[in-house]
């Protein structure tokens, strides 16, 4: 089973900058992807970032410019560097991760770590 933990969110002033990480466990076989999703309240949950196992990297539109995905492949490890916070950032964020063959794929989800952009 795969277990994903995330870590490093919490409060912090508009302009400011926050470093998100994810670790996972488990056994982890044929890994396509790790991403970061949020939620905020009201909204669908959608894709910030993504990292591929050949590392291509994907940012929404929202945040290119201002965050960057990062992996520590020996720690399994993913990060979020989230920098020029806005109100509109304030979410739940989740890890993803993605594992399978071409035809079957299974996606796992972390907790989620609360981050709030307030003054």
């Known amino acids: 089973q795969v277990q994903l933990v995330e870590s490093g969110g919490g409060l912090v002033e508009p302009g400011g900058s926050l470093r998100l990480s994810c670790a996972a466990s488990g056994i982890i076989h044929d890994m396509k992807s790790m991403a970061w999703y949020r939620q905020a309240p009201g909204e669908q949950r959608h894709m910030v970032a993504q990292i591929s196992v050949d590392d291509k990297i994907e940012y929404s539109y929202f945040v290119e410019g201002r965050f960057i995905i990062s992996r520590d492949k020996a720690k399994n490890t993913i990060y979020l560097q989230m920098n020029d916070l806005e109100r509109d950032d304030t979410a739940v964020y989740y890890c993803?991760?993605?594992?399978?063959?071409?035809?079957?794929?299974?996606?796992?989800w972390g907790q989620g770590t609360q981050v709030t952009v307030s003054s």
């Open positions: 993803q991760l993605v594992r399978g063959g071409r035809l079957v794929t299974f996606d796992y």
